[in-house]
Every structure is written in structure tokens, then in C-alpha cells.
């Protein structure tokens, strides 16, 4: 069980990077549209496809992540024989 906590951690801290690199990232292109120059433009551009890129792989971590939790939620239903949202409600808060 620690185990799966740890990756959950570290898993969580990974989506957590993930975010603030394109937070930073739109900052950045954001901050330089006034910039002209080749040079610029052409570390913009590939900027640009690497943040696509990076949403999407953050788009696929977060829609797993949340496949895995919906599995664990209908798992511990299962166990602990859940037959209504109230009891699911309950046992969550003990």
C-alpha cells in the first residue's frame, strides 16, 4: 500500500511540474510576441509545439489519473458492499 501512495505522490508532484513548465512556457510566449527577429520567432515557434504537445501529455496524465481513481471508488464500493451514495458519503469521512 505504501507503495501505491508513493506513486500516487510522485505521480501527483509530475502533473504538478507538468503545469507550472506550461504556465511558464505560455508566460513566456505571451511576454515576447513583440520580439521580430528570426532568431525569436523561430524559438517561439518550437516553444509554441512543445507546449501543444506538453497539454496534451498533461491532458492524457490527468484523464488516467482519474480513470484510476473512478477504478479505486467503484473497488472500495464493491468491498465494503456501498448500496447507496449515502453510505459511500459516510464511509469516505471515516
Known sequence: MENSEHTAQTQEQLIGDLRLVIENAEELLKNTDHYSSALYQNARAKLSLALEAAN????????????????ATRAANDRYQDRSGEERILRAFH
Open 56 to 71: 496534451e501529455e498533461l491532458s492524457r496524465f490527468e484523464d488516467a489519473q482519474l480513470e484510476r481513481m473512478m477504478a
